[in-house]
Nanobody
Framework: QLQASGGGLVQAGGSLRLSCAAP????????VGWFRRAPGKEREFVAS????????YYGDSVKGRFTASRDNAKNTVYLQMNSLKSEDTAVYYC????????????????WGQGTLVTVSS
């Protein structure tokens, strides 16, 4: 139901913007989280944004470099990634929280297909 897109190959120091689109019923009233899984590693919380977009949280490894935003009119959530590093290489997923707020510890209900981000050094 959720579809992440926008991944690709980028050089270290570059930028990418990921998008997460879903039917209106999936997160019109819900917070959304971004996660990633790098090869051989466990899934990691990246960022989250509330339903109104007025509350965001970030994982320590991306603070100051990544920004979550959303356009509810388009049923789309974004993750702007700047100053990318090789350690940001991973498959990135978006997920819908059960309520209007989302944090690293929320119990996410719906998960989308991931999009691969590869950062070359």
């Amino acid at each position: 139901q959720l579809q992440a897109s926008g991944g690709g190959l980028v050089q270290a120091g570059g930028s990418l913007r990921l998008s997460c689109a879903a039917p209106r019923r999936t997160f019109s009233n819900n917070g959304v989280g971004w996660f990633r899984r790098a090869p051989g590693k466990e899934r990691e919380f990246v960022a989250s944004i509330s339903q109104r977009g007025d509350s965001t949280y970030y994982g320590d490894s991306v603070k100051g470099r990544f920004t979550a935003s959303r356009d509810n009119a388009k049923n789309t959530v974004y993750l702007q990634m700047n100053s990318l590093k090789s350690e940001d290489t991973a498959v990135y997923y978006c997920a819908s929280a059960p309520g209007p707020y989302a944090t690293a510890t929320s119990i996410y209900r719906y998960w989308g297909q991931g999009t691969l981000v590869t950062v070359s050094s």
